[in-house]
Protein backbone atom coordinates (compact mmCIF):
# COMPACT_ATOMS: atom_id res chain seq x y z
CA UNK A 1 0.00 0.00 0.00
CA UNK A 2 2.58 2.19 1.05
CA UNK A 3 4.60 1.67 -2.34
CA UNK A 4 1.48 2.42 -4.26
CA UNK A 5 1.10 5.48 -2.46
CA UNK A 6 4.81 6.10 -3.60
CA UNK A 7 4.39 5.87 -6.67
CA UNK A 8 1.62 7.74 -7.56
CA UNK A 9 3.47 10.46 -6.29
CA UNK A 10 5.91 9.90 -7.70
CA UNK A 11 3.70 9.98 -10.87
CA UNK A 12 2.05 13.22 -10.10
CA UNK A 13 5.42 15.34 -9.43
CA UNK A 14 6.85 13.90 -12.88
CA UNK A 15 3.49 15.09 -14.39
CA UNK A 16 3.88 18.03 -13.44
CA UNK A 17 7.56 18.75 -14.29
CA UNK A 18 6.31 17.15 -17.70
CA UNK A 19 3.54 20.12 -18.03
CA UNK A 20 6.13 22.68 -16.76
CA UNK A 21 8.19 21.82 -19.42
CA UNK A 22 5.96 21.57 -21.95
CA UNK A 23 5.73 25.31 -21.38
CA UNK A 24 9.30 26.00 -22.20
CA UNK A 25 10.40 23.22 -24.12
CA UNK A 26 8.89 22.03 -28.09
CA UNK A 27 9.03 18.37 -28.43
CA UNK A 28 11.35 18.59 -31.24
CA UNK A 29 13.66 20.71 -29.23
CA UNK A 30 13.93 18.10 -26.40
CA UNK A 31 17.42 15.60 -25.56
CA UNK A 32 16.48 12.71 -27.39
CA UNK A 33 14.07 14.24 -29.85
CA UNK A 34 16.86 13.01 -32.67
CA UNK A 35 17.57 9.90 -31.25
CA UNK A 36 16.72 7.14 -33.89
CA UNK A 37 15.00 4.64 -31.28
CA UNK A 38 14.35 3.36 -27.81
CA UNK A 39 17.84 1.50 -28.10
CA UNK A 40 20.07 4.56 -28.63
CA UNK A 41 18.46 6.52 -25.84
CA UNK A 42 19.26 3.56 -23.40
CA UNK A 43 22.83 3.64 -24.21
CA UNK A 44 22.82 7.70 -23.92
CA UNK A 45 21.75 6.86 -20.24
CA UNK A 46 23.62 4.58 -19.76
CA UNK A 47 26.75 6.80 -21.05
CA UNK A 48 25.80 9.62 -18.81
CA UNK A 49 25.65 6.95 -15.51
CA UNK A 50 28.86 5.87 -16.25
CA UNK A 51 30.58 9.29 -16.98
CA UNK A 52 29.42 11.28 -14.42
CA UNK A 53 30.20 8.60 -11.18
CA UNK A 54 33.36 10.49 -10.33
CA UNK A 55 31.85 13.86 -10.51
CA UNK A 56 28.45 12.82 -8.83
CA UNK A 57 30.48 12.27 -5.70
CA UNK A 58 32.44 15.37 -5.68
CA UNK A 59 28.49 17.76 -6.21
CA UNK A 60 26.34 16.09 -3.80
CA UNK A 61 24.46 19.25 -3.54
CA UNK A 62 23.21 18.70 -6.74
CA UNK A 63 19.60 17.33 -6.34
CA UNK A 64 18.77 16.81 -9.61
CA UNK A 65 22.37 14.91 -10.41
CA UNK A 66 21.82 12.32 -7.87
CA UNK A 67 17.79 11.73 -8.41
CA UNK A 68 18.86 11.47 -12.35
CA UNK A 69 21.53 9.15 -11.92
CA UNK A 70 19.46 6.76 -9.25
CA UNK A 71 16.54 6.51 -11.51
CA UNK A 72 18.65 6.26 -14.95
CA UNK A 73 19.86 3.03 -12.30
CA UNK A 74 16.49 1.93 -12.00
CA UNK A 75 16.02 2.24 -15.74
CA UNK A 76 18.65 0.52 -16.24
CA UNK A 77 18.10 -2.19 -13.77
CA UNK A 78 14.26 -2.69 -15.03
CA UNK A 79 15.68 -3.29 -18.90
CA UNK A 80 18.27 -5.78 -17.72
CA UNK A 81 15.77 -7.68 -15.59
CA UNK A 82 12.69 -7.19 -18.39
CA UNK A 83 10.16 -5.89 -15.47
CA UNK A 84 7.24 -4.06 -16.69
CA UNK A 85 8.20 -0.81 -14.51
CA UNK A 86 10.86 0.06 -17.34
CA UNK A 87 8.98 2.00 -19.86
CA UNK A 88 7.58 4.54 -16.81
CA UNK A 89 11.01 4.51 -15.72
CA UNK A 90 12.50 5.34 -18.95
CA UNK A 91 9.91 8.34 -19.41
CA UNK A 92 10.93 9.41 -16.00
CA UNK A 93 15.00 9.13 -17.09
CA UNK A 94 13.91 11.48 -20.44
CA UNK A 95 12.25 14.29 -18.21
CA UNK A 96 14.62 14.73 -15.98
CA UNK A 97 17.45 14.68 -18.68
CA UNK A 98 15.67 17.62 -20.10
CA UNK A 99 15.17 19.33 -17.37
CA UNK A 100 18.76 18.82 -15.82
CA UNK A 101 20.33 21.66 -17.85
CA UNK A 102 18.41 24.22 -16.39
CA UNK A 103 20.03 23.23 -12.54
CA UNK A 104 23.08 23.06 -13.84
CA UNK A 105 22.72 26.66 -14.95
CA UNK A 106 21.20 27.80 -11.74
CA UNK A 107 24.26 25.75 -9.89
CA UNK A 108 27.19 27.32 -12.51
CA UNK A 109 26.60 30.86 -10.67
CA UNK A 110 28.69 28.84 -7.65
CA UNK A 111 32.03 29.94 -8.37
CA UNK A 112 33.62 26.96 -6.86
CA UNK A 113 31.23 24.31 -8.28
CA UNK A 114 31.62 26.37 -11.77
CA UNK A 115 34.09 24.20 -13.58
CA UNK A 116 32.77 20.97 -12.22
CA UNK A 117 29.34 22.05 -13.42
CA UNK A 118 30.52 23.54 -17.12
CA UNK A 119 32.25 19.60 -17.16
CA UNK A 120 29.04 17.51 -16.35
CA UNK A 121 26.93 19.95 -18.86
CA UNK A 122 29.88 18.58 -21.37
CA UNK A 123 29.28 15.19 -20.22
CA UNK A 124 25.13 15.41 -20.27
CA UNK A 125 26.19 16.64 -24.13
CA UNK A 126 28.53 13.67 -25.23
CA UNK A 127 26.02 11.20 -23.51
CA UNK A 128 22.71 12.29 -24.95
CA UNK A 129 24.78 13.38 -29.00
CA UNK A 130 27.22 10.13 -29.23
CA UNK A 131 24.69 8.04 -27.82
CA UNK A 132 22.39 9.35 -30.30
CA UNK A 133 24.65 8.72 -33.32
CA UNK A 134 26.34 5.79 -32.43
CA UNK A 135 26.50 3.41 -34.68
CA UNK A 136 23.88 0.53 -34.18
CA UNK A 137 26.22 -2.85 -34.16
CA UNK A 138 27.95 -0.27 -31.20
CA UNK A 139 24.60 0.34 -29.27
CA UNK A 140 23.86 -3.26 -29.89
CA UNK A 141 27.47 -4.33 -28.30
CA UNK A 142 26.45 -1.74 -25.27
CA UNK A 143 23.41 -3.20 -24.64
CA UNK A 144 24.58 -7.00 -24.51
CA UNK A 145 27.48 -6.16 -22.54
CA UNK A 146 24.98 -4.37 -19.83
CA UNK A 147 25.02 -6.24 -16.40
CA UNK A 148 25.45 -6.15 -12.87
CA UNK A 149 29.22 -5.33 -10.83
CA UNK A 150 29.64 -7.36 -7.60
CA UNK A 151 27.77 -4.66 -5.65
CA UNK A 152 24.79 -5.28 -8.10
CA UNK A 153 25.16 -1.98 -9.97
CA UNK A 154 24.65 -1.56 -13.90
CA UNK A 155 27.99 -1.60 -15.30
CA UNK A 156 29.58 -1.95 -18.69
CA UNK A 157 32.82 -2.97 -19.63
CA UNK A 158 31.93 -1.41 -23.44
CA UNK A 159 31.64 1.98 -22.11
CA UNK A 160 34.61 1.64 -19.31
CA UNK A 161 36.69 0.94 -22.60
CA UNK A 162 35.04 3.57 -24.46
CA UNK A 163 36.57 6.16 -21.88
CA UNK A 164 39.29 7.50 -22.99
CA UNK A 165 37.46 8.03 -26.47
CA UNK A 166 34.60 10.02 -24.49
CA UNK A 167 36.88 11.71 -22.15
CA UNK A 168 38.46 13.53 -24.97
CA UNK A 169 34.71 14.27 -26.67
CA UNK A 170 34.04 15.65 -23.22
CA UNK A 171 37.34 18.26 -23.50
CA UNK A 172 36.39 19.24 -26.73
CA UNK A 173 32.49 19.39 -25.93
CA UNK A 174 33.84 22.01 -23.10
CA UNK A 175 35.90 24.09 -25.11
CA UNK A 176 32.62 25.09 -27.18
Known sequence: M??????????????RMEAELQKTCKPEERMFALHTDEDHIIVSHALFLIMSKLLATKLPSLKGLYLLRKLEEEMLTAYLTESDGFPELLCYCNLLYDMFPYELAAAARNAVIASKIRKLQ?????????????EDDTVDDILDDMDFDRNNKVCS???????????????REKIY
Open 2 to 15: KQDSQKEMRKQMFD
Open 122 to 134: AIGMVAAGYGGIM
Open 157 to 171: HVIELMMPQLNELVK
